[in-house]
């Protein structure tokens, strides 16, 4: 009664064996918590410009890691100003404003805590 269960434990594991996955990048490797995936494809476009690390064009503060939107900021954190900041239109300074899909992608993870992800980006 053993039997089935080792037979599929040897077949999985001749697959595995079997397969040459290539060496990916660390940072992009599936299980290494970042932030999601199109969240940080939307801050590189549209925040990072200035929000950079180090900041550039005044910026108070860089918008890269999870722990930049956990720093407190003007008596809250900064994931609680940047929901204002976009919703009024006032970040990304001086640019086209944010449309409402973008809006819904940043807000929805700022209020969610800014939780990371192990998703593969590619
Ligand atoms: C062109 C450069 C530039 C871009 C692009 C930009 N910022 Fe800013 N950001 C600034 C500067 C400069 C300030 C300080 C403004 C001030 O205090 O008058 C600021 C301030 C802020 C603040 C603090 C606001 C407050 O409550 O005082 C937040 C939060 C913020 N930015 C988030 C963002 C986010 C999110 C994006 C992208 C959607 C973004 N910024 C894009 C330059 C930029």
């Not at 940072?27 to 199109?38: K, N």
């Not at 590189?44 to 200035?50: E, G, I, K, L, Y």
């Not at 204002?84 to 899909?101: K, Y």
Request: aromatic share 6%; charged share 10%.
């Amino acid at each position: 009664m053993q039997l089935v269960p080792l037979i599929s434990l040897f077949v999985a594991g001749v697959a595995a064996a079997s397969c040459g996955a290539p060496t990916p990048s660390p940072e992009m490797d599936a299980g290494v918590p970042h932030i999601p995936c199109e969240v940080d494809a939307l801050l590189t476009a549209r925040c990072r410009v200035c929000h950079s690390n180090p900041p550039t064009q005044y910026a108070p503060f860089p918008l890269v890691t999870q722990a930049d939107f956990q720093r407190p900021f003007g008596g809250s954190t900064v994931a609680e100003r940047a929901v204002g900041a976009v919703e009024s239109d006032f970040m990304p300074l001086n640019a086209t404003p944010l449309n409402s899909a973008e809006k819904t992608l940043l807000i929805g993870w700022l209020d969610a805590g800014v939780p990371l992800s192990t998703a593969n980006c590619n």
